[in-house]
């Protein structure tokens, strides 16, 4: 009885120590938060670029709260605060902006929740670049302030008759207060340690509305406005590594 007790002592003393070992090399990193710095691009009627209008980017702060829920995958609450605006007053070509010379500015409240995709399964690593991919859906606080008044009606003649029945149209419809966004976009960011990183990211924000700007019948009904933002920041990693403080175990 003796000799088969002590093979499965020992056996179970082992299973205990290498458990114990492993738990204690754990990394607790749980939460990361956040603060961004950049601008938002208005994608619209009054900009003739796809791209949007950089020459009335306006700046942007957001805050950014994380779960990490794998070494792949976390899950992110994000609010941010900005401004739109867009003017066809700055483009000389197509010559018929300046001449139409609507423009709009709103400032924006954004609240969504994203899916953090980490590229490289880096969430628990302590040091290192890891470059991420991101979706999710959210709402943003809008108050429209549009202004046609420097429209040129000789300009358009014979159509500025049309024009005016979309200003009729557009002014009866009114103006969003509240719009569902789609944010997604990519970004890489760097840690020096355990807690401290910075972040850099590009966010390209689909709505459901072309109201964003304020026109739509009597600019280009067809499509739908957008936005994007650019931003740069700093985060702070949550939790420790080894938070049982485990002795070492030496074999």
């Given at each position: 009885?003796n000799?088969?007790?002590?093979?499965?002592?020992?056996?179970?003393?082992?299973f205990?120590?290498?458990?114990?070992?492993?738990?204690?090399?754990?990394?607790?990193?749980?939460?990361?938060?956040?603060?961004?710095?950049?601008?938002?691009?208005?994608?619209?009627?009054?900009?003739?670029?796809?791209?949007?209008?950089?020459?009335?980017?306006?700046?942007?702060?957001?805050?950014h709260?994380?779960k990490?829920?794998?070494?792949?995958?976390?899950?992110?609450?994000?609010?941010?605060?900005?401004?739109?605006?867009?003017?066809d007053a700055?483009?000389?070509?197509?010559?018929?902006?300046?001449?139409?010379?609507f423009?709009?500015?709103?400032?924006?409240?954004?609240?969504?929740?994203?899916?953090?995709?980490?590229?490289?399964?880096?969430?628990?690593?302590?040091?290192?670049?890891?470059?991420?991919?991101?979706?999710?859906?959210?709402?943003?606080?809008?108050?429209?302030?549009?202004d046609?008044?420097?429209?040129?009606?000789?300009?358009?003649q014979?159509?500025?008759?049309?024009i005016?029945?979309?200003?009729?149209?557009?002014s009866?419809h009114?103006?969003?207060?509240?719009i569902?966004?789609?944010?997604?976009g990519?970004?890489?960011?760097?840690?020096?340690?355990?807690?401290?990183?910075?972040?850099?990211?590009?966010?390209?924000?689909?709505?459901?509305?072309?109201y964003?700007?304020?026109?739509?019948?009597?600019?280009?009904?067809?499509?739908?406005d957008?936005?994007?933002?650019y931003?740069v920041g700093?985060?702070?990693?949550?939790?420790?590594?080894?938070?049982?403080?485990?002795?070492?175990?030496?074999?």
């Amino acid at each position: 009885m003796n000799g088969s007790f002590k093979p499965t002592a020992l056996l179970l003393l082992l299973f205990v120590l290498v458990t114990k070992k492993g738990s204690c090399q754990t990394n607790f990193h749980q939460y990361e938060f956040g603060i961004n710095l950049g601008m938002l691009v208005y994608q619209g009627d009054l900009t003739p670029r796809r791209i949007g209008s950089f020459e009335t980017q306006k700046f942007t702060l957001g805050l950014h709260a994380s779960k990490i829920i794998s070494p792949v995958l976390s899950v992110r609450a994000q609010l941010a605060f900005g401004k739109l605006k867009g003017d066809d007053a700055i483009y000389d070509n197509p010559e018929f902006r300046k001449q139409r010379n609507f423009n709009f500015t709103s400032p924006v409240t954004e609240l969504s929740g994203q899916l953090v995709w980490n590229l490289t399964g880096s969430n628990y690593k302590d040091k290192g670049f890891s470059p991420y991919l991101f979706a999710g859906a959210g709402l943003s606080l809008i108050k429209v302030r549009r202004d046609w008044s420097g429209l040129n009606t000789e300009y358009f003649q014979p159509a500025a008759s049309e024009i005016w029945t979309g200003l009729a149209a557009d002014s009866a419809h009114g103006t969003p207060r509240m719009i569902p966004v789609i944010p997604m976009g990519g970004g890489v960011r760097y840690f020096f340690g355990r807690n401290w990183g910075v972040n850099a990211e590009a966010t390209y924000r689909m709505t459901t509305t072309d109201y964003l700007d304020g026109f739509s019948e009597a600019a280009n009904p067809a499509k739908k406005d957008k936005y994007m933002g650019y931003t740069v920041g700093i985060i702070y990693r949550a939790g420790k590594k080894d938070m049982l403080k485990c002795p070492k175990v030496k074999y």
